[in-house]
T-cell receptor
Framework: ETGVTQSPTHLIKTRGQQVTLRCSSQ?????VSWYQQALGQGPQFIFQ???????GRGNFPPRFSGLQFPNYSSELNVNALELDDSALYLC???????????FGPGTRLTVT | GIQVEQSPPDLILQEGANSTLRCNFS?????LQWFHQNPWGQLINLFY???GTKQNGRLSATTVATERYSLLYISSSQTTDSGVYFCAVLPTQGGSEKLVFGKGTKLTVNP
């Protein structure tokens, strides 16, 4: 059974640029959730995709957007990057809400 | 929204000691999970425990949903137990889609 994978591992971007982060869900899971973790804090929910539809969104501006594909993998897109977007971005997959969520290794984004 | 408080924020132990980490939450929940975050940032699932008691080796957890708290017990701690422990809940209100995390307990186990 393959676990949750994320790419890339690390990324450095300049303020104002756009970034796409990718997540492959664990085998058999149809739900993907994205979280942002700032240094020294707990992860904060960005949004969730269930069967290719957005299924809830946290307090993040519209420049954070996402997709889920028919194979249940997902992308997180962030436009007009700001310095405060520097964080660890975590993807989690699960069977159906509110099932147990399993996390990937994360993508560490640095915005300069 | 729901509040999740973890205590203590920091804990330093000698190898072999036991510890109890606490998670209080302010409203009813559908799900509660405990995680260990390793130094590389990976969140490792420890327990999925909306209620009751579970054990896995040296670790065990108890959730008393009616009193809105959960406890994580670590016995005979090892240096590899070091890291940050997070409690996360899935609130009953407002849909069931998002895990709400506490701020974590940073555990340091010294040899």
């Amino acid at each position: 059974e393959t676990g949750v994978t994320q790419s890339p591992t690390h990324l450095i971007k300049t303020r104002g640029q756009q970034v796409t982060l990718r997540c492959s869900s664990q085998s058999g899971h149809n739900t993907v959730s994205w979280y942002q973790q700032a240094l020294g804090q707990g992860p904060q929910f960005i949004f969730q995709y269930y069967r290719e539809e957005e299924n809830g969104r946290g307090n993040f501006p519209p420049r954070f957007s996402g997709l889920q594909f028919p194979n249940y993998s997902s992308e997180l897109n962030v436009n007009a990057l700001e310095l405060d977007d520097s964080a660890l971005y975590l993807c989690a997959s699960s069977w159906t809400p509110p099932d147990e969520q399993y996390f990937g290794p994360g993508t560490r984004l640095t915005v300069t | 929204g729901i509040q999740v408080e973890q205590s203590p924020p920091d804990l330093i132990l000698q190898e072999g000691a036991n510890s109890t980490l606490r998670c209080n939450f302010s409203d009813s929940v559908n799900n509660l999970q405990w995680f260990h975050q390793n130094p590389w940032g990976q969140l490792i699932n420890l327990f999925y425990i909306p209620s009751g008691t579970k054990q896995n080796g040296r670790l065990s957890a108890t959730t008393v949903a009616t009193e809105r708290y959960s406890l994580l017990y670590i016995s005979s701690s090892q240096t590899t137990d070091s890291g940050v422990y997070f409690c996360a809940v899935l609130p009953t209100q407002g849909g069931s889609e998002k895990l709400v995390f506490g701020k974590g307990t940073k555990l340091t186990v010294n040899p």
